[in-house]
């Protein structure tokens, strides 16, 4: 009898002690003006609910609090707003105190100077230097014949295999950006940068691998055809940068392009399979440009140009599967948000996932449907169209990497037809895989 007077005792105590803890958080972050919600626990927050209920946290938060919250999730007391105009504005509007506000961990891998981390003026001339090199005119004029070429070999030998379209589709996206960047060297070095940037933290072996090639390159007379010389090379005083610069300027082009571009590629490869008729129609598109050439002739603008059935795939791959489910600010002075105040130095989530699955711009919005795209042409450029962020942030790689899903959808549908092995299980949330590989059979079309 006294154990159990005890142990109810001590489960009484637990449970007050656990109740004026979560109290004493919510007090504690209850200065007025901050907007409503819940702060969860002291240190975790609510980081356990947002990653375990994910989209459905959110809705409920939204529901209870509207479409501007407070919460505490992956360690810093955070401002989540789900609100498309108040979306737009915070993008719209980063000379406001409204900056990109990414973890430690990764301002760590990408640098100092990489483009998320600089503003105003130095973010221009970044971006600047950014856009002439992955650009739409660098694509026309020299990546695009080289992806090409690049997409052709890489989609070599698969008739006949069972392949994980994950693990393919990671490596192929790391392949290619690595090849932009250093061309000639890529066979020797590809693997040590591979294993490096596998682990994610292999920064400093990463620099130490591109310094040893500039040190290189600076020493000899040979040009190269990449991104890296291209660098080094450019006395264009707009775009000058200084070695430390164009290090993350490398890695970011690296890091940025690499999982958006894998995992879209992935999910269009698993959409197109569910879906024949859009497959149907999408590897026509590819057979019609094939039949004007010769075998051996490459892509051409005009060509790609023509893809218009494809990008609106892509497009609604990005949307359908969310493959970015928002971006991070930090605010650098108090900001007033819609009659709130959020204190400096918190982070705003601008979360836009639930504007992929809005039924008035987007009817029938959990079906996959590219016609949409094609039978609206202002969709890509709708005002709260946020799959490549938007305002002066706006993905400088998105034509890039809808040239690369482009190529390797070409490569892959003119020459290969493939069916699922099944039993695969697909995560969407916090970010898309597949946990165990998504394997595909694979023969020849
Ligand atoms: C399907 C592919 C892609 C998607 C969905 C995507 C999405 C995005 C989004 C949503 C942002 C905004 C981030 C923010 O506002 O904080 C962004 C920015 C950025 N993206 Fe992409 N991206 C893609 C491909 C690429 C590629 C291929 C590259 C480079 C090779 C790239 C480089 C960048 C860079 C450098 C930024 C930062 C821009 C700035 O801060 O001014 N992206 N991207």
């Known amino acids: 009898m006294a154990v159990l007077l005890l142990t109810v005792c001590g489960l009484v105590m637990v449970f007050c002690f656990c109740f004026a803890l979560l109290k004493w958080n919510e007090v504690r972050y209850a200065s007025k003006g901050l907007p409503p919600g819940t702060m969860g626990w002291p240190f975790f927050g609510e980081t356990t609910e947002f990653l375990k209920y994910g989209p459905n946290f959110m809705k409920n938060q939204r529901a209870r609090y509207g479409s501007l919250f407070k ?6 007391p955070t401002v989540i707003s789900m609100d498309p105009e108040l979306n737009r504005y915070i993008l719209m509007n980063e000379g406001k105190g409204l900056v990109p506000g990414y973890p430690k961990s990764m301002r760590e891998i990408v640098g100092k100077h990489n483009i998320a981390a600089v503003h ?12 002439s090199l992955i650009g739409p005119a660098s694509i026309r004029m020299q990546l695009l014949s080289k992806i090409d070429m690049l997409m052709k070999s890489y989609l070599d030998n ?43 933290v292999g920064r400093k072996r990463v620099i130490r691998l591109l310094t040893k090639i500039m040190k290189e390159r600076r020493a000899s007379s040979v040009t190269h055809n990449d991104m890296l010389d291209e ?20 890695i970011t082009i690296l890091y940025s392009g690499y999982e958006t571009v894998s995992k879209t590629t992935m999910m269009a490869i698993k959409y197109l399979h569910d879906h024949p008729r859009a497959l149907q129609e999408l590897r026509d598109e590819h057979l019609a440009i094939r039949k004007r050439k010769r075998p051996e002739d490459p892509i051409d603008w ?27 600010r930090e605010t650098t002075k108090d900001v007033e948000l819609n009659g709130f105040i959020i204190p400096k130095g918190w982070r ?36 709260y169209c946020f799959i490549f962020g938007g305002g002066t942030r706006l993905c400088p790689g998105k034509e890039l990497g809808i040239t690369k899903i482009s ?4 490569h892959f549908v003119t020459r290969y037809r493939w069916e699922e092995v099944g039993g695969d299980k697909l995560v969407q949330f916090p970010r898309v895989e597949a946990p165990n590989g998504l394997h595909i059979r694979v023969s020849k079309y």
């Open 348 to 383: 705003i989530y601008v979360y836009t996932r639930e504007i992929n699955y809005d039924p008035f711009l987007y009817p029938e919005p959990f079906t996959f449907n590219p016609w949409r795209w094609l039978d609206n042409k202002s969709l890509e450029s709708h005002n």
């Open 71 to 76: 919460s505490h999730i992956l360690g810093c």
């Open 120 to 131: 105003g003026a130095t973010h221009k001339y970044i971006r600047g230097s950014m856009l």
């Open 231 to 250: 660098l080094l090379r450019n006395e264009d005083s707009n775009y000058k940068l200084s070695d430390e610069e164009i290090i993350d300027q490398v």
């Open 158 to 200: 698969w008739d006949g295999k069972t392949v994980d379209i994950q693990e393919r589709t990671n490596e192929m996206a790391l392949l290619i950006a690595f090849k932009q960047i250093v061309e000639i060297e890529s066979s020797k070095i590809y693997e040590t940068f591979k294993t490096e940037f596998d682990k994610l």
């Open 407 to 410: 190529m390797f959808l070409h």
């Open 302 to 328: 005009n060509d790609y140009k023509s893809m218009s059935f494809t990008r609106a795939v892509i497009f609604e791959t990005s949307r359908l599967a969310t493959i970015v489910n928002g971006v991070l």
